[in-house]
């Protein structure tokens, strides 16, 4: 059968029985990348959900006559998923103290503003716990130093984001811990009151002496269960650094001014 070319050739190509009878290439199949899990990170759109955890904590303050409560309420991205964690939402604060009502509702908007934002939130405890009263500061239960009970809030925050992980203390060392405890049963021994070995018949029973001596050693404790000579440490806010070797050392997380 005659077939009529009508368009101009531009190139040709001899076709061979065999070349008919050779099945097409298979198309290469063309490999999916695999799904990537979408991390959801705190960001200020973020809406909050209808149920948040959290946890309340007590401040009982000398400077106030009723307690305050603090409570953190957080929440929780990537749930089930190995990049699950908690991040700090919102921030309330209660008390029937009604004198300081105003910065405190201010103090709470702007913290949780801050909470929302994401990011590295970390900085405001330290920005709390560096505000002073003018006043002075109080020692809270176990001889902690406070200078404010905005500082003290600050800590509380401090507290809770230990909780959740998103504040790690670096851990002392094995060393750092023997050589404390060394420094501390130094400096007991040496401040050490002198107590009778002795008692004279009549003056009591044999148990008063060993009673007499526990009473002497409590005695030369602070709150904080330091040697009462003990002086406020920078670092650790506890009343207990003393003087050592002409060094100032702390017996509580071993700070000295001698490095």
């Not at 029973?205 to 009462?228: I, K, L, T, V, Y």
């Amino acid at each position: 059968m005659a077939i009529k070319i009508e368009k101009k050739i531009k190139g040709y190509n001899v076709v061979k029985p065999e070349d008919k009878a050779a099945p097409a290439p298979a198309p290469v199949p063309v490999k999916e990348a695999a799904p990537v899990a979408e991390v959801i990170q705190m960001h200020e759109s973020l809406e909050r959900p209808e149920t948040l955890v959290g946890s309340t904590y007590k401040i009982k303050s000398p400077l106030f006559e009723h307690a305050l409560y603090v409570t953190v309420n957080d929440i929780v991205l990537n749930a089930g998923t190995k990049h699950e964690m908690r991040r700090p939402f919102e921030l309330f604060i209660n008390s029937k103290n009604m004198d300081h009502f105003q910065w405190i509702v201010a103090l709470t908007r702007i913290l949780s503003a801050v909470f929302r934002k994401g990011g590295d939130v970390t900085f405001i405890v330290e920005e709390l716990k560096a505000v002073f009263d003018p006043r002075g500061g109080y020692f809270k239960a176990g001889g902690v130093y406070m200078p404010s009970i905005v500082a003290e809030i600050g800590a509380v925050v401090e507290q809770h984001m230990k909780s959740i992980g998103l504040i790690h203390d670096p851990e002392m060392s094995d060393a750092t811990r023997a050589l404390i405890a060394e420094k501390r049963a130094a400096y007991e021994k040496a401040a050490k009151p002198a107590v009778p070995a002795a008692v004279p018949v009549g003056a009591g029973s044999a148990g008063d002496a060993p009673a007499s001596q526990a009473a002497a050693e409590a005695a030369h404790m602070n709150a904080s269960g330091f040697p009462a000579g003990a002086t406020l440490c920078a670092k650790c806010n506890t009343q207990a650094l003393v003087l050592m070797d002409g060094c100032q050392t702390c017996l509580n997380c071993g700070y000295s001014k001698c490095g």
